[in-house]
């Protein structure tokens, strides 16, 4: 497709290749594409401000971005390039997010998407975005990692351009989210609390503060707690996990692509990268939905999670956090009827009966 159609895919504002233009290794000849990612809330937790101690605790809520996770401030940039390269297909290994962020950006710019998914173990809401956008779904008889191993293998054979975040620019777009919580705060918060899977974020979020802090847009680098599933933990034992098992799909993954920009981002800020039970994710995951308004998916709600384990002493005093939620709940909407055991009471039209109900559920 011409560029000059794609450079007519602006909305107000801008998304993340505009407004970040100055920090990504675009060219004159990169399509200046979007979906309208990026400028996501960064929104209060006072639940979280009473239990840690801390001063503030911000909600980045990447989760309203346009495909329902965080995956798209990557993957603008991955199928720019992509496009710039003269590419006519797109594909990538996921546990669901990714493949529904490469499917919407490549049916933006008129690119074959295929994706390969571990059989089974991907929530549904993933699986219809991907459909609807049109990308050939391939289920593997095996995890993500079989998976990302497959993807590695055919993009080195066939015409296809990898958009997992081994690529790159992935990593380069994704880092404007730890930029944009600088923007919006004024300088970098003291803690950043992160979900760790195939560990592209956390490496994106620490190369964001690193270069914004070396530009002397910020004076300071949070503290990086990475957070993983206790069964999918392969950082925090230090060795790959070969069967990795999680109720958090999103994070099932035993041996991350960025396992030293991982580490990298834990030592050299000095911070953490620890495993949390899949019980203390789905207490976190209620409680954003129930006390903070917010749905997320699961693995999302580690990062809170995590918070919550390090520092549900109250320790936190004077600091100020961020989390990073990173997937919409409605993409799992199995897991939340499952875990949030609804609540319905069947009542026939007549008032009596509703007025009841009502009367039951205000004492
Ligand atoms: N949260 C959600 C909702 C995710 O989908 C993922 C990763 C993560 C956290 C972890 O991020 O991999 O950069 O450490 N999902 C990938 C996918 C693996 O295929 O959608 P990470």
Redesign the pocket.
């Known amino acids: 497709m011409a560029s000059s159609t794609l450079r007519s895919n602006t909305w107000v504002g801008g998304g993340v290749l505009e407004r970040y233009a100055d920090w990504l290794p675009l060219t004159e000849s990169t399509p200046c594409i979007t979906l309208g990612e990026g400028s996501t809330p960064l929104v209060r937790a006072e639940s979280l401000e009473r239990a840690t101690g801390a001063d503030e605790v911000w909600l980045k809520l990447e989760l309203c971005n346009p495909t329902g996770?965080?995956?798209d401030r990557g993957m603008v940039v991955a199928v720019a390039k992509a496009v710039e390269q003269g590419a006519s297909a797109v594909l990538?290994?996921?546990?669901?997010?990714?493949?529904?962020?490469a499917a919407a950006y490549a049916a933006r710019c008129g690119l074959r998407a295929f994706v390969l998914v571990p059989e089974g173990r991907i929530a549904q809401g993933?699986l219809a975005q991907a459909a609807a956008h049109g990308a050939r779904v391939l289920a593997v008889d095996g995890n993500?990692d079989d998976a990302l191993r497959l993807a590695q293998e055919l993009t080195d054979r066939l015409p296809l351009a990898l958009v997992?975040?081994v690529n790159p620019y992935r990593i380069e777009g994704?880092k404007t989210a730890a930029m944009e919580i600088v923007d919006s705060l004024g300088d970098a918060p003291d803690l950043h609390c992160?979900?760790?899977?195939?560990?592209?974020?956390?490496?994106?979020y620490w190369q964001g503060y690193c270069e914004y802090f070396h530009a002397e847009v910020s004076t300071q680098r949070p503290l990086m707690l990475g957070v993983q599933a206790e069964g999918a933990a392969p950082l925090v034992h230090g060795r790959p996990i070969a069967k990795p098992e999680t109720i958090a799909t999103?994070?099932r993954?035993g041996d991350?692509a960025?396992w030293d920009g991982?580490i990298a981002a834990r030592d050299e800020s000095d911070g953490a990268i620890i495993a949390t039970t899949d019980e203390q994710i789905l207490d976190a995951y209620r409680m954003l939905a129930d006390g903070e308004g917010v749905f997320?998916?699961p693995?999302?709600a580690?990062s809170v999670a995590g918070l919550l384990a390090q520092h549900g002493d109250g320790s936190l005093s004077g600091r100020q956090v961020v989390c990073t939620i990173?997937?919409h709940g409605l993409?799992d909407p199995e897991r939340a009827v499952q875990s949030i055991a609804a609540d319905v009471v069947e009542i026939s039209s007549e008032y009596d009966q509703a007025a009841a109900a009502i009367e039951e559920g205000l004492r």
């Open positions: 996770s965080f995956k990538c290994a996921s546990t669901g997010n990714t493949s529904a962020s993933k993500f997992n975040s994704q992160i979900p760790v899977g195939n560990a592209g974020n956390i490496t994106a999103a994070i993954i991350p960025s991982a997320c998916e693995a999302s580690a990173t997937g993409k």
